[in-house]
Nanobody
Framework: VQLQASGGGLVQAGGSLNVFCAAS????????MGWFRQAPGKGREFVAQ????????YVADSMKGRFTISRDNAKNTVFLQMNSLKPEDTAVYYC????????????WGHGTQVTVSS
């Protein structure tokens, strides 16, 4: 599975931004897609995931109410809508994919930078 993330950029605190990730390859075996982020000097942090077949979503507690994840099965694309952004949301955002046979996030995109200015 190949993942191509796009979107991101620079936004002021309180603003909104969307990031997208398109999957190609073995998408017929998709179990879930998700977003993770890594801020400078910190470890990778889970953001959100969507189960491909059902559309069920889960967003990390610290981002619940501000971030929304969704998917378009026909386009093999996952979206992350980020509202009420804070400077601490500044990070490289990575999309990831999990296939049915492992159900673990084994495939990763290159990441897209999100910078929130105060």
């Amino acid at each position: 599975v190949q993942l191509q993330a796009s979107g991101g950029g620079l936004v002021q605190a309180g603003g909104s931004l969307n990031v997208f990730c398109a999957a190609s390859g073995r998408t017929f075996s998709m179990y879930a897609m998700g977003w993770f982020r890594q801020a400078p000097g910190k470890g990778r942090e889970f953001v959100a995931q969507v189960i491909w077949s059902s559309g069920s979503t889960y967003v990390a507690d610290s981002m619940k109410g501000r971030f929304t994840i969704s998917r378009d099965n026909a386009k093999n694309t996952v979206f992350l809508q980020m509202n009420s952004l804070k400077p601490e949301d500044t990070a490289v955002y990575y999309c990831a994919a999990a296939l049915q046979h492992t159900r673990s996030f084994d495939y990763w995109g290159h990441g897209t930078q999100v910078t929130v200015s105060s």
